[in-house]
């Protein structure tokens, strides 16, 4: 049983416009959320991340929105940017080995 | 230059033959990943290591084993019993293996099976 679900394997969106990837959990005992971003035949790298005591996170063009009540986060681009085109994984633990999402692959159209 | 090193980028092997992936680390990190990925599937779980000489399974270690004898140094063995064993392997290492602490991930290493 999936942890933690990633429901769009893919979106589409054209530069300049806004990017916003989902990402859902089940676990109520998870309290640290992240974001990876991942370039076909390359390792992953971090991207951004939010504790449970914040709803939100801001890091450049980068932000993540945590929804608790509704096990429920998001992460938005702002603005998309051709490089931004990658596959993102959400990843959710709580003081230990974090679960990943299956990912979602972001493809940003000049 | 601090990271992660993996080590051959691609890999063939004929069935039934075992096969080592290298993972080499110089970030100083106690804990040290193997994780499998497929089209569709995400990240998965097949071992991890909090210190050196010690290893537990991840979600899907069947079929494969490990070493931690290095700090530095975590190889995986895909062996014969490995009935499905193309993917792309990833290596990973973290200050701990507390989920608060990122993980810096190597460039993988894809295995074919001929």
């Known amino acids: 049983d999936q942890q933690v679900k990633q429901n769009s394997p893919s979106l589409s969106v054209q530069e300049g416009r806004i990017s916003i990837l989902n990402c859902d959990y089940t676990?109520?005992?998870?309290?640290?959320f992240l974001w990876y971003k991942k370039y076909p035949a390359e390792g992953p790298t971090f991207l951004i991340s939010i504790s449970s005591i914040k709803d939100k996170n801001e890091d450049g063009r980068f932000t993540v929105f945590l929804n608790k009540s509704a096990k429920h986060l998001s992460l938005h681009i702002v603005p998309s940017q051709p490089g931004d085109s990658a596959v993102y994984f959400c990843?959710?633990?709580?003081?230990?080995?974090?679960?990943f999402g299956r990912g979602t692959s972001l493809i940003v159209h000049p | 230059d601090g990271g992660i090193t993996q080590s051959p980028k691609y890999l063939f092997r004929k069935e039934g033959q075992n096969v080592t992936l290298s993972c080499e680390q110089n970030l100083n990190h106690d804990a040290m990943y193997w994780y499998r990925q497929d089209p569709g599937q995400g990240l998965r779980l097949i071992y991890y290591?909090?210190?050196?000489?010690?290893?537990q399974k991840g979600d899907i270690a069947e079929g494969y084993s490990v070493s931690r004898e290095k700090k530095e140094s975590f190889p995986l063995t895909v062996t014969s019993a490995q009935k499905n064993p193309t993917a792309f392997y990833l290596c990973a290492s973290s200050i701990d293996t507390g989920v608060y602490n990122e993980q810096f991930f190597g460039p993988g290493t894809r295995l074919t099976v001929l």
């Open positions: 990843a959710a633990g709580g003081s230990y080995i974090p679960t």
């Open positions: 290591s909090q210190i050196v000489n010690d290893f």
């Open positions: 676990n109520s005992m998870f309290d640290y």
